[in-house]
C-alpha cells in the first residue's frame, strides 16, 4: 500500500518561495505518477501539479504555471514542488497524490492515494 507523506508548508510573504516534498513510500515513485492538489478555506480540492510516470512528462494548471515546478527524486523516493513568487490566492492545504495510471492527470479521481496534506500561508 502506497503511503505518502508530505513536509515543507508554512508561512510565506508573498512573492517569496517554498519547495513542498512528498514521500513515497510502499512503492517505487518513479513507477507512480505524482500529483500535487490544493484546497483553500471554503473551495473545492483543485488541481496544482502532476507528473506522469511515463517520460516524467509534467502538466501545471494554468494559475501556477511559470511559478512552479513539479519534479521527482527517484533515489529519494520523493516528489517535489517548487513554488516560487508566491501570492496570497496561494494560500490552502496541499496534498500530494498517487497514480499508477499516466494519463488524465489533472483529475482528482484517478488518484488512489492521498497523502496528509501541508499548509501554505502566504500573506501580502
Known amino acids: 500500500q502506497v503511503q505518502l507523506v508530505e513536509s515543507g508548508g508554512g508561512l510565506a510573504q508573498a512573492g517569496d518561495s517554498l519547495r513542498l516534498s512528498c514521500v513515497v513510500s510502499?512503492?517505487?515513485?518513479?513507477?507512480?505518477?505524482m500529483g500535487w492538489f490544493r484546497q483553500a478555506p471554503g473551495k473545492e480540492r483543485e488541481f496544482v501539479a502532476a507528473i506522469s510516470w511515463r517520460g516524467s512528462i509534467a502538466v501545471y494548471a494554468d494559475s501556477v504555471k511559470g511559478r512552479f515546478t513539479i519534479s521527482r527524486d527517484s533515489a529519494k523516493n520523493t516528489v517535489y514542488l517548487r513554488m516560487n513568487s508566491l501570492k496570497p490566492e496561494d494560500t490552502a492545504v496541499y496534498y500530494c497524490a498517487s497514480t499508477p495510471q499516466a494519463f488524465r492527470l489533472t483529475y482528482a479521481g484517478v488518484y488512489d492515494s492521498w497523502g496528509q496534506g501541508t499548509q501554505v500561508t502566504v500573506s501580502s
Open positions: 510502499g512503492r517505487t515513485a518513479s513507477t507512480l505518477s
